[in-house]
């Protein structure tokens, strides 16, 4: 499997946090301290530089009250770049 960073869906996937996070009137600040983490956690997560695994996903779910399963179905519908399998 190739690496994901960068890719059409992980592009959206943080497009989409972003957009959640701001919906929500939380500064990257805040979600860090809700989340247990520094600030630089949610620039990196916000920049594409990080990945974001499932738990961390559901998670930022939680906080900043989104359906997940909405977001994957989402994901789902963003053509893929082209994988190695």
Do not use: C, W
Not at 25 to 30: A, I, V, Y
Not at 55 to 61: H, I, K, P, R, S
């Amino acid at each position: 499997m190739t690496k994901t960073l960068g890719t059409r869906r992980h592009e959206t996937l943080v497009a989409l946090l972003k957009e959640k996070r701001e919906a929500a009137g939380l500064t990257q600040t805040e979600l860090a301290t809700n989340l247990g983490e520094y600030q630089s956690f949610v620039a990196r997560l916000e920049s594409g530089q990080r990945r974001i695994d499932v738990v961390e996903f559901l998670d930022l779910a939680r906080l900043l009250d989104f359906d997940p399963l909405k977001v994957i179905h989402e994901l789902l519908s963003v053509e893929h770049d082209d994988l190695e399998r």
